[in-house]
């Protein structure tokens, strides 16, 4: 079996980042005393610089516009539904009865 990923939170990611900007250190060298790739940081330093507050969202949460996205989504499908059982119930009623 394949070795899980560790979960960070919000809150240590910001932290990390934090600390990169203002410690004057390598991100490689914040990467080792934290314990995680320097990779990841990088990814979290370019990601907090692209969205600010918004960045690091966590699993099933979603920034605003992915959640409007959503809803949206979910609305388009249940107008469809709705519209085809209108047009169901239309070729029934059309339909000549005896």
Same mark, same amino acid.
């Given at each position: 079996?394949? *070795?899980?990923?560790p979960?960070?939170? *919000? ?7 934090? %600390?990169? @900007?203002?410690?004057? *250190? &390598? ?6 005393? %934290? ?5 990841? %940081?990088?990814?979290?330093? =370019? ?6 507050a ?17 809803? +949206? =989504?979910?609305?388009? @499908?249940? %107008?469809?539904?709705e519209?085809?059982? +209108?047009k =169901? !119930?239309? &070729?029934?009623? !059309?339909?000549?009865?005896?």
């Open positions: 079996m394949g *070795k899980s990923q979960i960070y939170t *919000k809150e240590f990611k910001q932290q990390a980042v934090t %600390l990169f @900007e203002t410690s004057g *250190k &390598s991100k490689t060298q914040i990467a080792r005393d %934290l314990g995680i790739s320097d990779s990841a %940081l990088s990814k979290w330093c =370019k990601e907090f610089g692209e969205r600010g918004e960045a690091f969202p966590g699993k099933g949460h979603q920034t605003s516009i992915e959640e409007e996205m959503r809803r +949206l =989504k979910r609305e388009n @499908e249940i %107008l469809r539904q519209r085809d059982i +209108l =169901k !119930a239309m &070729s029934i009623f !059309a339909q000549p009865h005896p």
